[in-house]
């Protein structure tokens, strides 16, 4: 499946990923590294995973203290 990656903080996108495709049924980790100059407060993760007839779209928050 194709996997695209995006890190807003708001409405401002705060990092993107190229749209990559992974192997179904397995686990994989992706480290987000942000600018050091980046603000605190909440970070939305969006992944968005299509495939040939399906799509689906996961949004997970994280928080910069």
Do not use: C, D, E, M
Request: no cysteine; glycine share 10%.
């Amino acid at each position: 499946a194709n996997v695209r990656i995006v890190v807003r903080r708001g409405r401002r996108v705060a990092k993107r990923f190229k749209a990559k495709s992974y192997r179904a049924g397995r686990t994989h980790r992706k480290r987000i590294k942000l600018r050091s100059s980046a603000r605190r407060g909440n970070y939305r993760v969006v992944l968005k995973v299509t495939k040939p007839g399906h799509g689906s779209q996961v949004t997970v928050t994280g928080r910069k203290l």
